[in-house]
């Protein structure tokens, strides 16, 4: 009988050791669960941002992501929406090894940018650190219209209307013998004015810019020429271009096509 109990115990000790087993497989998922939360990063970073095309209004960021994601990647370009809060596709690239080159076209602008990358394992998806850009983009100088205008001999400052010149860029300056005319525009946000003249007059007239009522440059033109008269405004915000007369039988008459080179 006795021989009979040792063979029952040994057959249920035996049955009690089996389910060692779970606790095998638990250690091994708790390893792979270690093994994934240290897996290392993809690391994404905007490399160069610039302005590429200022009349287009190209803007063309180059992106590195490293380890390089698999190729032909989708590579989204985010910009920070100021009145909605929240960041927006606004161009996508696709990447080659660890580059990408993407290319939008906007606005004159002053904003946020930053790219991101997808999850593939056993990566988990990146997103670049932000970058501040300023994009100077060519517009008309009318744009937004004339802040003022005046002279004196009956000046007129005539802005080509949108119909005509959708630009906004075109305008008319007069005025009677030995008079002059002036217009200013707001130049808060640009650097720069490229002005061409066609002078009309029967006679010598002087073109000049000005930073509100202060003289900045000016140029002589002899009847029937065309020129151009180009400035860096940085840190101006109240452009004035002025055509004076010097000498001739009817008045100054100049017409203009002038871009301001500007984020706004």
């Known amino acids: ?27 091994s998922l708790g390893s792979t669960a270690s ?43 985010h910009q920070w929406i100021p009145s909605l809060k929240r960041w927006q596709e606004v161009a996508h690239g696709y990447s080659s090894g660890s580059s990408v080159t993407i290319t939008t076209v906007q606005p004159g602008s002053i904003r946020t940018y930053r790219i991101a990358v997808g999850a593939q394992a056993p990566y988990a998806a990146a997103v670049s650190p932000m970058i501040s850009f300023k994009h100077y983009v060519w517009r008309g100088m009318f744009k937004k219209g004339l802040v003022a205008a005046g002279g004196a001999g009956q000046p007129q400052f005539t ?15 007069l005025a009677n013998q030995g008079g002059y005319v002036w217009g200013e525009v707001d130049s808060t946000g640009c650097r720069y004015v490229r002005n061409w003249l066609g002078n009309l007059t029967d006679g010598l007239v002087r ?58």
């Open 35 to 77: 093994a994934a939360v240290a897996a290392p990063a993809r690391n994404a970073k905007i490399s160069s941002i610039r302005t590429t095309d200022a009349t287009k209004g190209v803007i063309t960021v180059v992106g590195t992501l490293t380890p390089a994601p698999a190729a032909g990647t989708r590579i989204p370009l």
């Open 1 to 27: 009988m006795r021989r009979v109990l040792v063979g029952l115990l040994t057959l249920l000790i035996a049955g009690c050791a089996a389910p060692i087993a779970p606790a095998d497989s638990a250690l």
């Open 207 to 264: 073109v000049s810019l000005h930073n509100g009522t202060t003289a900045m440059t000016s140029i002589r033109m002899q009847q029937e020429t065309e020129t151009w008269l180009n400035y860096d405004i940085s840190g101006v915000t109240r452009l004035r271009l002025q055509v004076a007369d010097i000498r001739s039988g009817y008045g100054p008459y100049v017409s203009i096509d002038s871009l301001l080179l500007c984020t706004n």
């Open 159 to 173: 802005v080509v209307p949108p119909n005509e010149g959708p630009r906004r860029a075109e305008a008319d300056l």
